[in-house]
């Protein structure tokens, strides 16, 4: 067992580039605190203290060993705070993950999904769960977010269809923002009084993760000088935020310094600034939300209802 009774205990993923890189410094910063990160191994070093623990959103085993290791590690402690902040950037119909599912829909949604229940129970009373989501989920932003909840295709990708592309992202964080939804309303959850949050970056240049391509990493920083910068003139939702800012956001947001009014629990960064916006239609749909967490259930594993 790791902690001393005064320790905060913080677990992240996507904490090893992007704006999570800067995020899991402020977090480590803090004094007494043990920060938890679950990362394939990339080689990519981390601030000190900070301990990484092998986990491959990929897979559905590796997840549930992840979740055994930090379980075993924190002992008799709790978590303070469970941050979900690793993605990817889209994929193709034919890249899946271990288990058989679309690569983004597994990465994105399933395995945070997973992880977020097999971990809940030992999260501290009032602690707190961050989901890493994304504007880009709501179609009045952008034009190709999912107006309705195509499981099958986002499990199963078939070539061109909605499973694939910028369009399995726009799925996967559309599930990020509904799962965070669904986990509010768990009576454990109120009971215990936890903060469930979902965060949205605002663009930051992102898609420096390895898993994008070397044309990928050159279009995005095109698009990233050339017109985002453009249509921020006109689109408050697109002006650029600083992996260095964003990342200290989502460090504020986790240690409860930046939190959602009552009854709202989507943090979005407009020009740089916390908003609090209702997430999209689709998103707050009470059906849709029960449909995606007992399909997810299924597909990860879990019957039994917590
Ligand atoms: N950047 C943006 O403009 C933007 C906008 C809205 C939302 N977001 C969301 O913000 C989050 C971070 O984005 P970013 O742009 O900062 O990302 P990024 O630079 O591409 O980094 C992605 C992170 O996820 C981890 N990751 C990817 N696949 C993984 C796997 N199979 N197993 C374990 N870890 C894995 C990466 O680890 P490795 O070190 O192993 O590669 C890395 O730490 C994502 O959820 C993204 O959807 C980003």
């Avoid at 768990?186 to 469930?196: K, P, Q, T, Y």
Wanted: hydrophobic letters at 40%.
């Amino acid at each position: 067992m790791y902690q001393s009774s005064s320790q905060r205990i913080v677990v992240m993923t996507g904490a090893t580039s992007g704006f999570g890189a800067h995020t899991v410094k402020h977090i480590a910063a803090q004094p007494d605190t043990m920060v938890l990160v679950g990362a394939r191994g990339s080689g990519r070093s981390s601030p000190s203290g900070v301990q990484i623990l092998p986990l491959d959103l990929a897979s559905l085993t590796s997840v549930r060993e992840f979740a055994e290791t930090v379980i075993r590690k924190i002992g008799d402690a709790q978590i303070d705070i469970l941050i979900l902040n690793a993605g990817i950037h889209g994929s193709e119909a034919d890249q899946r993950s271990a288990d058989g599912y679309g690569l983004t829909f597994a990465v994105n949604h399933l395995a945070h999904y997973l992880l977020a229940r097999l971990l809940l129970p030992y999260i501290a009373d009032q602690g707190r769960l961050v989901i890493t989501s994304s504007n880009m989920h709501n179609p009045p932003l952008k034009r190709i977010a999912p107006r309705k909840l195509d499981l099958q295709e986002w499990a199963y990708p078939t070539k061109d269809g909605s499973g694939t592309g910028i369009r399995s992202y726009t799925a996967s964080k559309l599930c990020n923002l509904m799962t965070a939804i669904s986990l509010s309303r768990l009576e454990d959850v109120r009971v215990r009084r936890l903060s469930i949050v979902a965060f949205n970056p605002g663009l930051t240049g992102g898609s420096s993760g390895r898993d994008a391509s070397p044309l990928q990493h050159a279009l995005v920083a095109l698009m990233m000088r050339t017109i985002f910068p453009l249509i921020g003139l006109f689109r408050p939702e697109f002006v650029m935020n600083s992996p260095e800012h964003s990342g200290k956001m989502l460090a504020d947001v986790a240690l409860g310094s930046i939190a959602p009014p009552r009854d709202k629990i989507y943090v979005s960064l407009v020009k740089g600034k916390p908003t609090f916006p209702d997430p999209s239609e689709l998103a707050r749909s009470r059906f849709d939300q029960e449909r995606l967490w007992r399909e997810s259930a299924a597909m990860v594993g879990l019957t039994e209802d917590i």
